[in-house]
């Protein structure tokens, strides 16, 4: 069993520090996504969770990884550009959970012409469409999910990449929407603070993900992102899956407002 390995029979609820507590997933699409990574790291140690999914070509698989969970697990349809569909997806966990402890916000697109060419060439519709899905749509399931919380309070947590601060050629727009995204972060950890609430940011290394297949060149990113690493290595989905539970867990209660980079040391290096 390798070092980053989350879920398996034998360290199934390896830990009880999550244990009764409930929370919501979105941004599932399959077995490599970084968020069925934090499914299984958040399982280990004791959480239940709801998933969102979008659409009926999304059901299928985020039924399928939900049924290998120890647990029943809800699942909700949820376009996150449609605020009827995220009310009903909080109506839905007010009803089967009663409450939330955290959120997982794991949720991005862009469109793919507005990625392979230049930045500047970005649509003016592709720039609001990636802004609303990527970035907009923490806020709107903050907002969503704050009346869920706990008076002792809870935790959020959002995914980002690099490319919000540094020039990723081919991540255009995505990274303008991450930088947004990053800035959200702050801004709601101190307006969801004073209720005990902690929003965080996690910036993961490349991940060979389908949302991340969709960026040119991604092969050559993941060959120079190891090469330049601190540690000579990728991230392993595993690692940024423990990296959350410990930002949404008690372990993470001083942390709020911050980007955790779980990136191999990718990011300290100058040269």
Known sequence: MSETQTVTEENLFMSQYLKGKKGLITG??????????????????GAQLAFTYQG???????????AELPYKAPLYECDVTRDEQIKKVFE????????????????AY???????????DTSRDGFALAM????YSLIALAKAAEPLFPKQGGSVVALTYLGSEK??????????????????????????GKKNIRVNGISAGPINTLAARGIAKFTTMLEGHRHRAALGRNVEVEEVGNAAFFL????????????????????????
């Open 92 to 107: 839905g966990l007010a009803h089967d959970f009663g409450q939330i402890d955290f959120l997982v916000h794991a949720v």
């Open 28 to 45: 599932v699409a399959n077995k490599r996504s970084i968020a069925w990574a934090i499914a299984q790291a958040l399982t280990s140690h």
């Open 248 to 271: 949404l867990s008690p372990l993470g209660s001083g942390v709020t407002g911050e980007v955790l980079y779980v990136d191999c040391g990718y990011r300290i290096m100058g040269f």
């Open 110 to 120: 862009a469109k793919r012409e507005d990625l392979d060419g230049r930045t500047v």
């Open 167 to 192: 020039v990723v050629p081919f991540y255009n727009v995505m990274g303008l929407a991450k930088a947004g995204l990053e800035s959200a972060v702050r801004y709601l950890a101190y307006d969801l």
């Open 132 to 135: 609303d899905i990527s970035t």
């Open 56 to 66: 009926e070509r999304l059901k299928e698989s985020v039924e399928k990884l939900a």
